[in-house]
């Protein structure tokens, strides 16, 4: 079983920034995930176990970075210029390739206030 630990969520300011960070063991492709109140979840951005593939949702292009320290088993997702409909809850999520994922994080809630 892996284990994933999420941080790095908060309450910020539109235009501001956050970086979230997930802990987890293992080769994994990674991903994280959002979902907002009252709306599906939806895939934001996903990352090979080498780092050299990434893939983002048309929103978040420009403005959100994924990547990883393999060295201290952590993704990063660097959030910039965020918006209000940014606001949900994010979850990292582990797998054997970018198109599937097989275990999942609790969640961290990111608020972007107007």
């Known amino acids: 079983q892996v284990q994933l630990v999420e941080s790095g969520g908060g309450l910020v300011q539109a235009g501001g920034s956050l970086r979230l960070s997930c802990a987890a063991s293992?080769?994994?492709?990674m991903g994280w995930f959002r979902q907002a109140p009252g709306k599906d979840g939806e895939f934001v951005a996903t990352i090979d176990w080498c780092g050299f593939s990434t893939k983002y949702v048309d929103s978040v292009k420009g403005r959100f970075t994924i990547y990883r320290d393999n060295a201290k088993n952590t993704v990063y997702l660097q959030m910039n210029s965020l918006k209000p409909e940014d606001t949900a809850v994010y979850s990292c999520?582990?797998?054997?390739?970018?198109?599937?994922?097989?275990?999942w994080g609790q969640g961290t809630q990111v608020t972007v206030s107007s």
């Open positions: 999520a582990a797998g054997g390739d970018t198109d599937k994922f097989d275990y």
């Open positions: 293992g080769r994994y492709a």
